[in-house]
């Protein structure tokens, strides 16, 4: 794993030792136009590392301090992300500008670098998480297309499942949209950590979404069918 120095001033104390880290894509057309901004102080963003197609590592916030990636954010109770937090930035141009798989050489670097960074702080699968997941309002990054079934084969992040539990191309049926169904996911959502009404204001088809580009990538429609509460269910279970 190459490390290359690239400081980014955009950064301050934190509150308490990091226990979580937030995984990102930047979302922009090409590494240098991300690097560029997270490296700018009039933007006011940064992460504390990001790691380009080609497996390349640049740091640009040193782990003692808080860097500013996951903005106004919720999980398990906790408001200040940033503050308890690693922020990781993977390139791909995501949803907006050709959203893509992401390069093997740069998921083989960010398993090493988190696998690095988790036991040294001692961050549990459970909290490593995507942007989406601490802002399902706002943003849909690392996103579907985010191997986080491949992670999890390394000890990153959770993914209890086995092949082919429900078959994850069954189509949707009017039964989704029941509305009974609606507070008992939203009651399992908030337990595995979302932040839910009233004390984040998401509507529940975000929510539904967020939790599907995570743990049920096939079909991000934000309508809650078998599989996805099944899933839901299995993460719960996993973490009682």
Not at 117 to 135: E, K, Y
Not at 228 to 240: D, F, I, K, P, Q
Request: one cysteine or more.
């Amino acid at each position: 794993m190459r490390t290359i120095a690239r400081p980014s001033p955009n950064h301050d104390e934190r509150p308490c030792a990091p226990d979580m880290l937030v995984l990102h894509y930047t979302g922009m057309k090409t590494a240098d136009e991300a690097m560029a901004r997270l490296c700018d102080p009039e933007a006011k963003v940064s992460a504390h590392y990001t790691i380009d197609e080609d497996g390349t590592v640049y740091a640009h916030v040193p782990e003692a301090r808080r860097a500013w990636h996951a903005g106004l954010a919720w999980w398990a109770g906790e408001r200040n992300i940033n503050g308890c937090s690693i922020g990781i930035e993977l390139v791909n141009p995501g949803h907006e500008f050709g959203y893509r798989p992401f390069a093997d050489p740069q998921i083989a670097a960010l398993i090493d670098l988190v696998d690095d960074i988790a036991t040294r702080h001692a961050i549990v699968p459970a909290r490593v998480l995507g942007h989406s997941d601490v802002a399902p309002a706002r943003k849909t990054d690392p996103g579907e297309l985010f191997p986080w079934a491949h992670l999890a084969e390394f000890g990153i992040g959770l993914w209890p499942f086995a092949d082919g539990c429900i078959p994850s191309t069954a189509e949707a049926e009017e039964g989704d949209r029941d509305p009974l169904r609606i507070p008992s996911f939203l009651s399992g959502l908030r337990a595995l950590g979302y932040g839910t009404a009233p004390d984040m204001d998401v509507a529940t088809e975000q929510l539904v979404i967020a939790f599907q580009r995570h743990w049920r990538p096939s079909r991000v429609d934000g309508m809650i069918d078998d599989e996805t509460a099944y899933r839901l269910g299995v993460l719960l279970e996993h973490l009682s």
